[in-house]
T-cell receptor, first 114, second 114 residues
Framework: GEDVEQSLFLSVREGDSSVINCTYT??????LYWYKQEPGAGLQLLTY?????DMKQDQRLTVLLNKKDKHLSLRIADTQTGDSAIYFC??????????????FGTGTRLKVLA | DVKVTQSSRYLVKRTGEKVFLECVQD?????MFWYRQDPGLGLRLIYF???????EKGDIPEGYSVSREKKERFSLILESASTNQTSMYLC?????????????FGPGTRLTVT
């Protein structure tokens, strides 16, 4: 069945790079996303990658996609205390009604130590 | 800016009560979603709607129903609240046509059933 897996916790020192990993199961996914959830808030889209791409860079963020292994990663360079949050990986697949359905991972709680 | 608002941030209800959670979006989005978020389980889809009066069951619809009478409004109903429905409830909306089909989330309603 459809499943998106992430490790639950990651702790890094301020200024280091963070790498958050995700594995998914649906090879027909068109888009893959990274969402960020700050304390007490809903999720916000951080970045996304189209399934025919291997890599996408956006300022401090680098997304790598390995379709063969169904592995997605998010690298945050020069991690800051403001990056402390929960990060969700998500894949979109087309539902029977023609709507895109989203499968979210369990979320990785990133803690940045000063 | 897209805005998704939810009727309450915190709600405390008794077992057996009927509970209404309301969500409103101001971007004329066709799709609206209800999720529940539990630690270690990530986001799980309860129901979604792709048009007025149209709905589809998600992964965990049991004990819930929904109503979408107007395009901007999507309500989640707990017919008879139970303690295992204590959770954070997140509403989201998305456009059917606008790439990359990202979801916009409300701030969430933390429901406690005692």
């Amino acid at each position: 069945g459809e499943d998106v897996e992430q490790s639950l916790f990651l702790s890094v020192r301020e200024g280091d790079s963070s790498v958050i990993n995700c594995t998914y199961t649906d090879s027909s996914s068109t888009y893959l996303y990274w969402y960020k959830q700050e304390p007490g808030a809903g999720l916000q889209l951080l970045t996304y990658i189209f399934s025919n791409m291997d890599m996408k860079q956006d300022q401090r963020l680098t997304v790598l996609l390995n379709k063969k292994d169904k592995h997605l990663s998010l690298r945050i360079a020069d991690t800051q205390t403001g990056d402390s949050a929960i990060y969700f990986c998500a894949e979109s697949t087309l539902f029977t009604s023609g709507t895109y359905k989203y499968i979210f991972g369990t979320g990785t709680r990133l803690k940045v130590l000063a | 800016d897209v805005k998704v608002t939810q009727s309450s941030r915190y709600l405390v209800k008794r077992t057996g009560e009927k509970v209404f959670l309301e969500c409103v979006q101001d971007m004329d989005h066709e799709n609206m979603f209800w999720y529940r978020q539990d630690p270690g389980l990530g986001l799980r889809l309860i129901y979604f709607s792709y048009d007025v009066k149209m709905k589809e069951k998600g992964d965990i619809p049991e004990g819930y129903s929904v109503s979408r009478e107007k395009k901007e409004r999507f309500s989640l109903i707990l017919e008879s609240a139970s303690t295992n429905q204590t959770s954070m409830y997140l509403c989201a909306s998305s456009s059917r046509d606008l790439y990359p089909y990202e979801q916009y989330f409300g701030p969430g309603t933390r429901l406690t059933v005692t």
